[in-house]
């Protein structure tokens, strides 16, 4: 038996293949293949644009994939979400479905938007926002380059943004969120009720999850004296409590704990100064509570 696994191809799949790696999956393709190798015979992966894979997990051709929430209600796909996996092509942070209008646009809010031309890839979740507001307006399926075609073709684009670069560097303000999205490892409803698939992306589920939990955490470790140890406590955090050894016939003591990375550069010339001696920061992998 194989689990048939939907990845992204394109913007997100360098990403996805570095979390699998993560995770301590290897994947590798060709440059024009679709059918990446996995080191996993349990697992068959199939690389296909995110906005399809929620439709093939959903009809049962695969059994699983890895898509945003935007695509998942664009195409309505009653599926099972197995994890929620905050990262993207360019940062860790959710990506928003977002309406902009060009900067000197009289439109000021959705309600402007009645009667207007509105160009995305995601029709039927547009339709669906401006409907809630009360606003008629014609909403068009863009092929791509969606942020050039305000003002000359339509008067307003809902599209993806990460970080907005894209959009101010198109003379764009953004007039209202319509959705936040993370990317999801989703599956089949059949699939799910299978006891061997639903503990395979179970499993999948914690080692994904655990990477990325890695990705915003680093480990340290140092040295102590003894007497020094309640000022190094003092200021030194962790994910529960430090672990405190005795180094083998000395005075001194081992401290090591696992903490949030930003902390770092501020925390060690701290501890540095409090005493502790032979820091070291390394990676992680995983973190699994």
């Known amino acids: 038996m194989k689990l048939r696994l939907g990845l992204p191809k394109g913007s997100l799949q360098e990403a996805t293949f570095q979390l699998f790696k993560k995770a301590g999956y290897n994947v590798s393709v060709g440059r024009r293949s679709y059918f990446p190798t996995i080191d996993d015979?349990?697992?068959?992966?199939?690389?296909?644009?995110?906005?399809?894979?929620?439709r093939y997990v959903h009809e049962g051709v695969l059994d699983a994939g890895?898509?945003?929430?935007?695509?998942i209600t664009e195409n309505e796909a009653d599926v099972v979400e197995v994890a929620d996996l905050v990262y993207s092509k360019q940062t860790n942070n959710p990506i928003?479905?977002?309406?902009?209008?060009a900067n000197d646009s009289d439109i000021k809010e959705v309600e402007d938007l009645q009667g207007k031309?509105?160009?995305?890839?995601?029709?039927?979740?547009?339709?669906?926002?401006?409907?809630?507001?009360?606003?008629?307006?014609?909403?068009?399926?863009s092929y791509g380059a969606t942020e050039v075609k305000v003002p000359h073709l339509v008067d307003a684009i809902a599209d993806l943004t990460e970080t907005g670069s894209s959009l101010r560097a198109h003379n764009l303000r953004i007039i209202a969120t319509i959705l936040q999205s993370n990317?999801?490892?989703?599956?089949?409803?059949?699939?799910?009720?299978?006891?061997?698939?639903?503990?395979?992306?179970?499993?999948?589920?914690?080692?994904?999850?655990?990477?990325?939990?890695?990705?915003a955490k680093v480990g340290l470790k140092m040295n102590v004296p003894e007497d020094k140890l309640p000022d190094i406590?003092?200021?030194?955090?962790?994910?529960?409590?430090?672990?405190?050894?005795?180094?083998?016939?000395?005075?001194?003591?081992a401290v090591e704990v696992v903490l949030d990375e930003k902390q770092v550069r501020d925390l060690i010339p701290a501890i540095k100064r409090a005493g502790a001696q032979d820091i070291i920061e390394y990676a992680l992998n995983k973190v699994i509570p």
């Open 233 to 253: 406590l003092a200021v030194l955090p962790a994910m529960k409590k430090p672990t405190v050894s005795k180094l083998v016939e000395s005075d001194w003591l």
């Open 183 to 215: 990317t999801k490892l989703h599956a089949n409803k059949a699939a799910w009720e299978d006891d061997w698939k639903r503990e395979k992306l179970q499993n999948m589920s914690v080692l994904l999850l655990g990477a990325l939990r890695a990705d």
């Open 96 to 101: 928003r479905l977002v309406l902009a209008v």
């Open 41 to 54: 015979p349990e697992i068959e992966v199939l690389l296909m644009r995110a906005q399809e894979i929620p």
């Open 117 to 141: 031309r509105v160009a995305t890839e995601l029709v039927n979740v547009t339709k669906k926002f401006l409907k809630a507001h009360g606003v008629e307006a014609a909403v068009e399926f």
């Open 66 to 71: 890895l898509s945003g929430y935007d695509w």
